[in-house]
Structure formats: C-alpha cells, structure tokens
C-alpha cells in the first residue's frame, strides 16, 4: 500500500510546475490585454473582427506600410498576413493601393473605420493600463512601465 500512495505522491509533485519564466510572466498579461481588445471592440460594434485581425491592426499599425514589411513586423508569413489584409478590406477597414515609388509594390492605408478600430483599441488598453495602475499603485505601475520600456530598447 505504501508504494502506491508514494508513487502517486510523486507523480502529484511532479505534475506541479516550476514557477513562470520570463516569457511566460511577459505572455499572461500580454493575452489579457489582447482579450480584453477583442471584447471591447465587440462591445464597441466591432462584431466583424476576429483575434487574428488585432496582428495586423497591433501598435503601430500598418498605416503606409507595404504587406512585405508588415509581415516582417507581425513575424507572419506573407500568405498569412495577405490573407487577413483581403479579410480587413473586405470589411472596410482598410484598403491596399498601388505605391507611388514602386508600381510593383502596393501600400495598406486604413479607412476611417480602421482609424475608428485603432483609436478604440487605445482607449480599451488605456482603460487596462488605468485599472492596472490602480491595483498596482502609481509609482509601481510607473516603474513596470520604465522597465518594459528599456527591456523594449534592449530587444529592439
């Protein structure tokens, strides 16, 4: 009897995980952030948009920019990210026209709905960031903004 109660004590230890690592603390509040946007688009008439959407619409946003470099900034590939853009424009969010300095080449310009979309998906995170502020207290909120800030400048 002995031997079972032991060996599934052992397996109940090993089943329980090690503290979170770096990416994993960076990844937990990133998800909330991303479910929260999406709820709050919906919440502001933005039924249409999907969590896939939100890597093309992510700060800064792909204003002027070619398809290439964005797929480059969402690490996406380009099939992907080409797709979700014929999705968007599709909705009217935002439109994809030929680049002046390059004929080949075409540029993403938003429409005044996908300027509404980003406008509102910075008022929901600065509605996170208040609430966070407020649980944290402002001068620890300030300091995990300053921190996230270099560590940004380091990876950039």
Not at 24 to 41: I, K, S, Y
Not at 82 to 96: A, F, I, P, S, V
Not at 112 to 134: F, P, Q
Request: glycine share 6%.
């Amino acid at each position: 009897m002995a031997l079972s109660s032991d060996f599934t004590q052992a397996r109940a230890e090993a089943a329980t995980p090690p503290p979170p690592l770096i990416g994993a603390l960076l990844r937990m509040p990133f998800e909330t952030v991303r479910d929260r946007m999406l709820a709050g688009l919906h919440e502001r008439g933005y039924t249409d948009l999907i969590a896939a959407h939100l890597n093309v619409l992510q700060y800064p946003g792909p204003e002027n920019q070619r398809p290439s470099e964005l797929a480059t900034q969402t690490r996406m590939s380009k099939q992907a990210l080409n797709y979700l853009l014929g999705q968007l424009e599709d909705l009217g969010y935002l439109t994809r026209q030929e680049d002046n300095a390059d004929q080949r080449s075409k540029r993403i310009h938003l429409t005044r709905r996908g300027h509404a979309a980003i406008r509102a998906i910075r008022e929901i995170v600065l509605e996170v960031e208040a609430e966070w502020e407020k649980q944290l207290g402002a001068r620890q909120f300030a300091q995990l903004r300053d921190l996230l800030t270099q560590l940004h400048a380091i990876t950039a």
